[in-house]
């Protein structure tokens, strides 16, 4: 029986480097220069050299060798059948504040895989615990250079790091950072903020040690616990409540200042959610620098301003166009505020916001991006849409028109009878969806 082959061609670009060679789909790369290939971490690494020697296994089972120079960091336009080439390393954690652990059965089986693999931080920009490496690992990701890596931090105490995973090999999570940024790895941090657990004095502690690494740490965010209904039998952690909300602010902007001293760079910063919770004022874009951690819900509402009110200096026109526009709990009342301005700048716009509640997950769960299709139909139904019914990517599977609850945009636009526009986080993005200027075009 032929065993299952590795590092399968899966596509070949037009045009590239390997059609030229007569790569073809079905095909396996087995070595780079003598070397084999086990990872997308080998094939990446070894294939940033000028003169390439490839050994290839086609797919009528022939060896053959391709030799061929290119400029070091060209891609021969490859892709493999599985993006890591060797599939996704598994979590080896039971972190008491997993949100996966929190999900009804009967979903889509991806998603109660939980990966925990830093090929994924370096490649899509995923958070790892980094308590699944070995030395070999990490001194094989030194040699490679991969930077930077998204690091789940959450407490620097060995031993409340520890309690916080539930895994014993958790506690040297310092030792582990320091090295790599001995190693000139750059790293982002994430913190998971628990009430009685991880906050006020180990919040501390854990800023100040991360600080201490070095200007290796390029930024660190602190985000919420998200708690859905789904707890039963779980550790109990109290939700964020406002004052607590606010005083995690408060940690965050004393260290931003110490930060700002030491290295020029805030480093610190607390989620979006933190501010709304609070009813605190929101920083300007400016504060936020270059954004590090905006896919982390850091910074989304000021950026998604600045460009907003860029945009609609930029942008005349109108029409009577009547739209809506379903957003969850948290961005409710901002978005609100930015369709009443395009409202009055916009002679005859009509935009109806509606606040879509987590039946699904729970209402303490208030970001859009964790909104389900059912509920967006529910408390949709038989309500003024308009022409269209705005919503965010952010909902949306990568790259498919598929909601969490498999629910899709079709589905939606066939309940409500009602146009579905996905856009980005992008003022340009909202005003040309509200003014439909994608009709126009």
């Known amino acids: 029986m032929r065993l299952k082959r590795k590092n399968v061609i899966a596509r070949v670009q037009k045009g590239s480097i390997a059609e030229e060679l007569g790569l073809e789909a079905g095909d396996a790369i087995l070595k780079i220069n003598g070397t084999d290939v ?7 690494f070894l294939m940033s050299d000028e003169e390439i020697v490839l050994t290839v296994e086609t797919k009528q089972g022939e060896i053959v060798e391709a030799e061929f120079e290119k400029e070091v960091y060209d891609d021969i336009g490859i892709e493999f059948e599985s993006g890591l080439i060797d599939g996704a390393k598994s979590c080896a954690n039971r972190c008491i504040f997993c949100f996966i652990d929190q999900m009804p059965k009967g979903m889509r089986e991806s998603l109660y895989f939980k990966d925990d693999d830093t090929r994924l931080s370096f490649f899509q920009g995923n958070y790892v615990t980094l308590t699944n490496l070995s030395r070999k690992d990490i001194d094989r990701l030194i040699k490679m250079r991969v930077s930077p890596i998204n690091v789940s931090v959450h407490a620097t105490n060995p031993a409340l790091r520890i309690k916080m995973l539930k895994n014993k090999n958790a506690g040297n999570i310092t030792e582990r950072m320091r ?3 001995e190693n000139n790895i750059i790293m982002n941090a994430q913190i998971v903020l628990c009430p009685t657990f991880n906050d006020g004095d180990e919040l501390e502690r854990t800023f100040s040690d ?9 930024s660190v965010s602190v985000v919420p616990i998200g708690k859905t209904k789904y707890r039963d039998g779980l550790c109990e952690i109290p939700s964020v409540s406002k004052s607590g909300a606010g005083e995690v602010i408060d940690c965050v902007e004393k260290w931003q200042k110490r930060a700002l001293k030491k290295t020029g760079s805030r480093i610190f ?3 979006d959610e933190f501010y709304l919770k609070a009813e605190r004022e929101l920083p300007m874009a400016d ?10 819900g ?14 609609a200096e930029e942008t005349e026109g109108g029409g009577a166009h009547h739209v809506s526009i379903a957003t969850g709990a ?4 901002f978005i609100k505020s930015i369709a009443k301005f395009a409202e009055k700048k916009y002679n005859g716009l009509k935009v109806e916001v509606y606040e879509i509640k987590n039946n699904f997950f729970g209402e303490e769960i208030t970001v859009a991006g964790l909104l389900c299709g059912c509920d967006i139909i529910e408390q949709l139904k038989g309500r003024e849409l308009g022409e269209r019914l705005i919503i965010s990517k952010s909902m949306l599977r990568d790259n498919t028109n598929v909601l969490l609850d498999d629910v899709t945009t079709d589905d939606i636009e066939k309940a409500l009878e009602v146009e579905v526009f996905p856009i980005e986080n992008d003022g340009y993005e909202f005003i040309d969806a509200i003014l439909m200027k994608d009709r126009c075009n």
């Open 38 to 44: 086990v990872d997308i971490l080998d094939y990446r």
């Open 179 to 181: 090295l790599f940024a």
């Open 210 to 218: 991360l600080l201490d690494i070095g200007e290796c740490i390029r």
């Open 269 to 271: 910063y607390a989620s």
């Open 287 to 296: 504060e936020y620098e270059d954004f590090p951690q905006i896919e982390n």
């Open 298 to 311: 850091v910074g989304l509402i000021a950026d998604m301003e600045e460009s907003f009110y860029r945009a």
């Open 330 to 333: 948290a961005a409710y009342k």
